[in-house]
Nanobody, 123 residues
Framework: QVQLEESGGGLVQAGDSLRLSCLASARAFNTWDIAWFRQAPGKEREFVATITWTGGSTYYADSMEGRFTISRDNAKSTAYLQMISLKPEDTADYYC????????????????WGRGTRVTVSS
């Protein structure tokens, strides 16, 4: 069982940066791949980025690579999503998830989910 808790969301202006955190309860956090997804109002949940359990490999949605950076600190059982140059279209609820398939981009491939943190980007 892995419990995940996101934090760091908020209201920012276009062009600002924000760092989201995903704190895991599991002692075996360092055996899980971690991903970030987001869901905008009225839209389906979409893949943002994922990082392998070692932190050695990262994968990004094409539209977000370059502005978003995923990382993790296994000693702190925490994963991060650094976002820069935020745009109004980045407004969404952001979720972290834990899974066992490296590079997975489908939400169905993840076993545990947090409740999300809301990011609102004003123009």
């Amino acid at each position: 069982q892995v419990q995940l808790e996101e934090s760091g969301g908020g209201l920012v202006q276009a062009g600002d940066s924000l760092r989201l955190s995903c704190l895991a309860s599991a002692r075996a956090f360092n055996t899980w791949d971690i991903a970030w997804f987001r869901q905008a109002p009225g839209k389906e949940r979409e893949f943002v980025a994922t990082i392998t359990w070692t932190g050695g490999s990262t994968y990004y949605a094409d539209s977000m690579e370059g502005r978003f950076t995923i990382s993790r600190d296994n000693a702190k059982s925490t994963a991060y999503l650094q976002m820069i140059s935020l745009k109004p279209e980045d407004t969404a609820d952001y979720y972290c998830a834990a899974g066992r398939i490296a590079g997975a981009t489908s939400s169905r491939q993840y076993d545990y989910w947090g409740r999300g943190t809301r990011v609102t980007v004003s123009s």
